[in-house]
């Protein structure tokens, strides 16, 4: 969503292992070094290991850019496989017919040495390369060695290069692994980039993506390494969430906080809470089993990924705050097989308006359900917008059982035969999505919804005065007396508190949490705060149906 914001070319984090964006740092250049002195062997096996998202599937396809034309590549991506199934994808990679009367493992090493010994007659060599190589079995890489077998009188016919993670290491330091170890001619472990070298790194995929000097400020490159520890994956993530925040907030560059908020979304993503929370949440959107709202469900869902927080009292919502809407009659929102057949058909963007204009016809369909008017001429960011008229954006990342849980139409991007765009998502049922695409109303099948949609969204809500993040309600202010006021019309409790935040009133935050299906941490972020607006009967338009407070 910011790439036309910074005026970029491209979008210069993604984690693709595109070539152009390879940053060659002194362990890179190694690494590639000893792939180009491996493959110039006689045959033999190639090793380059190193941790998750340090740059080895980028390293190989640039390998890939300069070998000469007289090699032919077979590039094996998952080798969770039997040795059968190796070979035969082996066979397939290098375009070898296969009889379908004749399978098995000497049939397919038949078949590949026939075609090694025509190609080398024709002047042509063959590698073989396999990424996640950690996930070989033993008996595969057996085969792989009996494969380095294969030759003429005077040369070695297949050169195998095997790309994983440290794992792979101690798999060839096994006893019964010497045979395949003494088989490898070159090794090379990648290591995570230094400190210098992340500045660097920043600097030229911004630089490849066209962007102007000083989007990400060099002061901001210590905190960077260390949340990032130097991995270029991680690197990657975290700066992608960072300019995602300066844009939604209207900066040209991005600041301190917006980067510490960015470290925190990427390490809340990768806990393994949270892992088993997306888990939920695509059960939810297959089945349509119930509501992430529904207090029972909620409760269910939050023991079963995260152990119940002891000594917290229920919270029983006064009279004049309606209960959560139970889940609609099983005949409500479905649909027909052949209806949904046609909804599945609705994610076409329309092919007389450009599609450049997504992001901003989402967003003004967005500013309708809650009367902001729309400012046609003006440059000024969706967000910035908002905040003039008392709202502001959140954004965050998710499945549909976010969506339920916040229960607020957003601004979501979709990608559909590999092209992207921005809609507005402003209803769910158990199998259909409402969407607004070019200001243009579809239904959706949810499944087609899930298959297409990247897990971001946006939305706005009414913020309390003074609300910054969870810092701000731990001082007197507007803010806290906001929360406690609103806590009162949700569990009846008086609340005559006063001064900072205090223990009581954090219990209370986490009996409410833990009901409304939330992470029962006691501290009031935007997602607590924006269900705390709507349990309060402060909430905007619902997402979900009708249902009130």
Same mark, same amino acid.
């Given at each position: ?6 005026r970029l070319?491209e ?20 690494a590639? *070094?000893?792939?180009? $002195?491996g ?8 090793? @380059? ?38 070979l035969e ?6 375009? /070898?017919?296969?009889?379908t009367e ?7 090493v ?8 025509a190609?080398?007659?024709?002047g ?9 190589? #950690? ?5 595969v ?23 994983? =993670? ?8 096994q ?5 395949v ?6 090794? $090379? ?16 995929? @911004? ?5 102007? #000097?000083?989007?990400?400020p060099e ?15 991680l ?11 300066? $844009?939604?907030?209207? =900066? ?8 510490? #908020? ?8 990768r806990?393994p ?5 997306a888990? *939920? ?15 029972v469900?909620?409760? +269910? ?16 919502p ?5 209960p959560?809407?139970?889940p ?5 929102? =479905?649909? *027909?097989?052949?209806?949904?057949? +046609? ?12 599609r450049s204009d ?13 009367? &902001? ?16 008229y008392?709202q502001?954006c ?5 499945? /549909? ?5 916040l229960?607020?139409?957003?601004? /979501? ?10 809609a ?5 049922d ?6 607004? &695409?070019?200001g ?12 297409a ?18 810092a ?8 806290l ?7 009162s ?5 008086p ?9 009581a009133?954090?219990?209370?935050i ?8 939330? #992470? ?6 935007p ?6 607006? *709507?349990?309060?009967g ?11 407070g």
């Open positions: 969503m910011y790439k036309d914001y910074f070319s979008m210069p984090f993604s984690i693709a292992p595109d070539p152009r964006f390879l940053f060659m740092s002194d362990r890179h250049r190694e590639l *070094a000893h792939l180009l $002195y493959i110039q062997g006689e045959g033999g096996i190639v090793l @380059l290991t190193g941790e998750v998202g340090t740059g080895k599937t980028t390293i190989c396809r640039s390998m890939l850019e300069q070998l000469p034309d007289n090699i032919d590549v077979a590039f094996i991506l998952n080798p969770l496989m039997s040795a059968e199934e190796l994808t082996v066979c397939e990679e290098y375009h /070898i017919p296969l009889a004749r399978r098995g493992i000497k049939a397919f038949d078949a590949i040495h026939a075609r090694l010994l190609a080398n007659a024709h042509r060599r063959a590698i073989l390369i396999i990424d996640e190589a #950690q996930n070989l079995s033993p008996l890489l057996e085969q792989l060695r009996l494969l380095t077998n294969l030759e003429t009188n005077t040369r070695k016919l297949l050169q195998i290069i095997l790309i994983g =993670q440290p794992e792979l290491q101690d798999l060839l330091a006893p019964a692994m010497r045979q170890a003494q088989r490898v001619i070159a090794r $090379y472990h990648l290591c995570q980039l230094r400190q210098y070298e992340v500045k660097a790194y920043v600097t030229h995929r @911004l630089r490849v993506s066209g962007a102007a #000097q000083g989007i990400f002061r901001l490159i210590k905190q960077l390494y260390r949340a990032s520890g130097g991995v270029p994956r690197i990657n993530l975290i700066c992608d969430r960072a300019l995602l925040g300066a $844009y939604v907030q209207g =900066q040209q560059e991005v600041s301190a906080p917006t980067l510490r #908020q960015a470290i925190s979304e990427v390490a809340a993503a806990r809470q949270r892992r088993r929370w888990i *939920a949440a695509t059960l939810l959107a297959l089945f349509g089993l119930a509501w992430a709202s529904a207090p469900l909620s409760k +269910a869902l939050t023991a079963w990924w995260q152990p119940p927080t002891p000594m917290l009292a229920p919270v029983a006064p009279a004049t705050v309606p959560p809407a139970q609609p009659p099983a005949a409500t929102g =479905q649909l *027909a097989a052949a209806e949904l057949k +046609a909804a599945a058909m609705n994610l076409d963007w329309p092919s007389d308006v450009p997504s992001e901003k016809l989402a967003f003004l369909s967005l500013f309708k359900l809650y009367g &902001i008017a729309p400012d046609a001429g003006s440059k000024v960011p969706p967000c910035r917008r908002a905040e003039e008392g502001r959140y954004v965050g990342r998710g499945g /549909i059982a976010d969506l339920l849980l229960d607020q139409p957003v601004v /979501i991007r979709l990608a559909v035969d590999g092209r992207e765009y921005s507005t998502l402003t209803g769910l158990r199998q259909t999505a409402t969407l607004y &695409i070019a243009e109303e579809r239904q959706v099948a949810l499944n087609d919804l899930a298959n949609w990247s897990g971001n969204f946006i939305l706005i809500w009414k913020a309390p005065p003074g609300f910054r993040d969870q701000a309600l731990s001082q007197p202010g507007p803010a007396n906001w929360l406690r006021q609103a806590m019309r949700i569990d009846g409790t609340d005559a508190g006063k001064g900072a935040f205090d223990a009133l954090a219990r209370r986490r009996a409410f949490q833990l009901a409304e299906g939330i #992470q029962p941490d006691g501290f009031v972020g997602r607590t705060a924006i269900r705390i607006n *709507a349990r309060s402060q909430g905007g338009p619902r997402l979900a149906g009708d249902r009130k």
